[in-house]
């Protein structure tokens, strides 16, 4: 048997054999809604190490969210299957108990930003050999007031590309329907006010992006230049671009062709603990996902799950 089930601290001892639980929860209308096909062979590889799998398919919005929150006491490791969203639901769901099942992820969103940036192959089988051969390490989960993410935070321009998109159009071009509609976005002229305390600092401005993050990646795109941070260094980033309105897309597009670096008249915040004041119109995006609107607190919770990494991550990121 592997490694990664002998060294396990959840493992259990089963008539000489040391036995986890594991439950598959998984999206089957994520990106493309391909998932389903590879069930048969996931299920298969665990039967080929005597193992059982439990199978649990998302119904509606938000029943992962609720069935990792009934089931986390249950299982030893949690599998999802879907993209970014689907890996917020059940993170969310986990947060909401005492319990924290290992978790690996198995990408089949657009994106998948989440799972690159553990360094999981997309190839679900590459994939799961990796979660059978290595060892979870502890990543930092973040707070936006009472929703939990992983890896970014942000409002204004761009940022409602993700969930603004008619599903349709997302499972019929993928990745570029968000290119599509991030062009059209950058048409409009974004400026909302921000007042942020962090550090025993306060800042006040106007800004047309406020772009939080825990890692270097975010829409599809790997920010090489935005920070230096560790996945598990209990710290979140924001990048605040002030408002100017005849550079706006020059200065974006700036940012990402020379990924991530900071221009100087760029603001970037470096804290645990963010306090935000702004006006109640401003919508708030974390993972991709609409999360919440007006004044916000964004919190780092340090090393709070057990997540399945590649040791390239591993080694630099952890």
């Excluded at 089957?28 to 059982?52: M, T, W, Y």
């Excluded at 890692?215 to 979140?236: E, I, T």
């Excluded at 645990?272 to 999360?291: C, H, M, Q, Y």
Aim: glycine share 6%; aromatic share 12%; net charge positive.
């Amino acid at each position: 048997m592997s490694l990664f089930f002998c060294h396990s601290f959840y493992a259990k001892m089963i008539e000489g054999r040391w036995v986890m639980k594991f439950l598959l929860l998984y999206n089957p209308v994520s990106g493309r809604a391909q998932f389903k096909r590879h069930l048969n062979d996931i299920v298969k590889r665990f039967e080929a190490d005597g193992l059982n799998l439990d199978v649990y398919e998302s119904k509606a919005p938000k029943d992962l969210q609720n069935q990792a929150s009934l089931e986390a006491k249950n299982y030893d490791v949690f599998l999802v299957g879907g993209g970014d969203g689907t890996v917020n639901e059940v993170i969310n769901g986990i947060m909401k108990t005492k319990s924290r099942p290992r978790l690996g992820i198995l990408p089949s969103g657009t994106a998948n930003d989440i799972a690159a940036i553990l360094g999981i192959p997309r190839n679900v089988k590459k994939a799961l050999e990796m979660f059978f051969h290595e060892q979870p390490v502890l990543m930092d989960i973040n707070q936006m007031n009472d929703r939990y993410f992983v890896y970014t935070a942000a409002a204004g321009i761009l940022t409602r590309v993700s969930y603004d998109i008619p599903r349709r159009r997302l499972k019929k071009y993928g990745y570029l329907a968000y290119v599509f509609e991030g062009m059209k976005d950058l048409l409009h002229d974004y400026r909302f006010p921000l007042t942020i305390t962090y550090n025993e600092n306060k800042i006040e401005n106007e800004y047309m992006l406020a772009l939080g993050m825990s890692s270097n990646r975010v829409g599809g795109m790997h920010l090489a230049n935005f920070s230096s941070s560790k996945l598990n260094d209990g710290l979140f980033e924001f990048r605040l671009f002030q408002r100017r309105r005849f550079f706006r897309t020059f200065r974006l597009l700036s940012f990402f062709l020379r990924r991530g670096k900071r221009l100087k008249e760029d603001e970037h915040l470096v804290a645990s603990r963010f306090d935000i004041k702004t006006s109640p119109d401003v919508s708030w995006n974390a993972d991709g996902e609409l999360s919440d609107h007006g004044d916000i607190v964004i919190e780092v919770f340090k090393e709070e799950i057990p997540v399945y990494a590649s040791p390239k991550v591993k080694k630099k990121y952890f």
